[in-house]
T-cell receptor
Framework: GAVVSQHPSWVICKSGTSVKIECRSL??????MFWYRQFPKQSLMLMAT?????????EQGVEKDKFLINHASLTLSTLTVTSAHPEDSSFYIC?????????FGSGTRLTVV | TQLLEQSPQFLSIQEGENLTVYCNSS?????LQWYRQEPGEGPVLLVT?????EVKKLKRLTFQFGDARKDSSLHITAAQPGDTGLYLC??????????FGAGTRLFVKA
């Protein structure tokens, strides 16, 4: 089956620093990956669509300079939260599509202190 | 704006009880998926339904896709504590855009 690996599982960083989250498709190639943010006890909010070899497509209200997405290969997409602030603390999840439905990574809990 | 309304938002039941979760929309979907998410994990795909009126069973879980492909339900029979989690429906439109429901948080008490 399709497996998506996300790393790290959790990270704590100081306010003002940047954090990079990786999302890898382990057994398939993903030209498109998706990044979500999830607040406690809420559903997924799509942040952006990551396209291999081209610019990401951001959802309305998501700051592209704040959340940098790079999809340099068919198996890796990265999300960098730049100049992180406490309000960026959240659960970030990536996914890729293989056939109907999505395969999700295990998520990254980011805490900015 | 396309919406996928999911209900109920929260459900707390005793072990052994039955429950149904609903997803409704005014949009027609080419397919619809149900996921379960446990705390601190990513969602895991349970089922995909494609054909209007389709019914799929996964052990004690029964999934139904509405005839018009605008709505879906998830029925759990004899719920167990292991069923506890966030259940999400997601509908894919003809434009390959996926809409997620707000989720149903289920808690099954032993």
């Amino acid at each position: 089956g399709a497996v998506v690996s996300q790393h790290p599982s959790w990270v704590i960083c100081k306010s003002g620093t940047s954090v990079k989250i990786e999302c890898r498709s382990l057994d398939f190639q993903a030209t498109t990956m998706f990044w979500y943010r999830q607040f406690p006890k809420q559903s997924l909010m799509l942040m952006a669509t990551s396209n291999e070899g081209s610019k990401a497509t951001y959802e309305q209200g998501v700051e592209k300079d704040k959340f940098l997405i790079n999809h340099a290969s068919l198996t890796l997409s990265t999300l960098t939260v730049t100049s992180a602030h406490p309000e960026d603390s959240s659960f970030y999840i990536c996914s890729a599509k293989k056939g109907p439905g999505y395969t999700f990574g295990s998520g990254t809990r980011l805490t900015v202190v | 704006t396309q919406l996928l309304e999911q209900s109920p938002q929260f459900l707390s039941i005793q072990e052994g009880e039955n429950l149904t979760v609903y997803c409704n929309s005014s949009s027609v979907f080419s397919s619809l998926q149900w996921y379960r998410q446990e705390p601190g994990e990513g969602p895991v795909l349970l089922v995909t339904v494609v054909t209007g009126g389709e019914v799929k069973k996964l052990k004690r879980l029964t999934f139904q896709f509405g005839d018009a492909r605008k709505d879906s339900s998830l029925h759990i029979t004899a719920a167990q504590p292991g069923d506890t989690g966030l259940y999400l429906c997601a509908g894919e439109t003809g434009g390959f855009k996926t809409i997620f429901g707000a989720g149903t948080r289920l808690f099954v008490k032993a």
